[in-house]
C-alpha cells in the first residue's frame, strides 16, 4: 500500500546552476546532499560503477524535489517535449499564480502561456500555467487569485 509521496527527480547537467536556481529564484531549501557512488554489480539505478550527485530541494513539506547529476555514467543530451510519453514535470502549489507568473518573468523565466483560469463556486479563480527551469525541465504553477 501506497503511503505518500517522497519525492520527483530531474537528471541535471550543471548541478550548481540548477540549485541557484532551485533555491535562488523559486525559494526552496536543500534539504540533504549525497555523493552516490554504486559498487561494481550496480545499485537500485541499474548502473554498474555509477556515480552521482543527488540535491534535494524542498519547501518545508513531505515531498522533495531531487536534482541528479550524473557524473558515470555521463547523461546524453536531450529533453522531451512536454507532450511525449516519457516527458516528466513537477507542480507546485503557490499562494498568488499572477504574483509568482510576474515574479518569474521578472526575473527571465519564460512560459509557455500566462496563467489560465477557472472560477470556483465561491468565486475564487484558479490559475495554472506552465514554464521551464533553465535546463528545459517542465514546471507547472498553480494558485489561486482574489
Not at 1 to 24: P, R
Request: hydrophobic share 35%.
Amino acid at each position: 500500500m501506497i503511503t505518500g509521496l517522497n519525492h520527483s527527480g530531474f537528471i541535471v547537467e550543471d548541478i550548481e546552476k540548477m540549485k541557484s536556481f532551485y533555491c535562488d529564484v523559486l525559494g526552496l531549501k536543500i534539504e540533504r546532499e549525497v555523493d552516490s557512488i554504486a559498487p561494481p554489480s550496480g545499485d537500485h539505478t541499474g548502473f554498474p560503477d555509477a556515480k552521482r550527485k543527488l540535491v534535494f530541494v524542498g519547501a518545508g513539506g513531505e515531498h522533495l524535489v531531487e536534482l541528479v547529476y550524473f557524473i558515470n555514467p555521463k547523461s546524453p543530451q536531450g529533453h522531451l517535449n512536454r507532450n511525449q510519453l516519457g516527458a516528466s514535470h513537477i507542480c507546485f502549489n503557490v499562494d498568488s499564480i499572477s504574483e509568482i507568473y510576474q515574479s518569474l518573468s521578472e526575473k527571465g523565466i519564460k512560459f509557455v502561456t500566462e496563467p489560465k483560469y477557472t472560477t470556483n463556486a465561491e468565486g475564487k479563480k484558479r490559475g495554472v500555467c506552465y514554464a521551464q527551469d533553465p535546463e528545459g525541465n517542465w514546471l507547472e504553477f498553480i494558485g489561486e487569485d482574489q
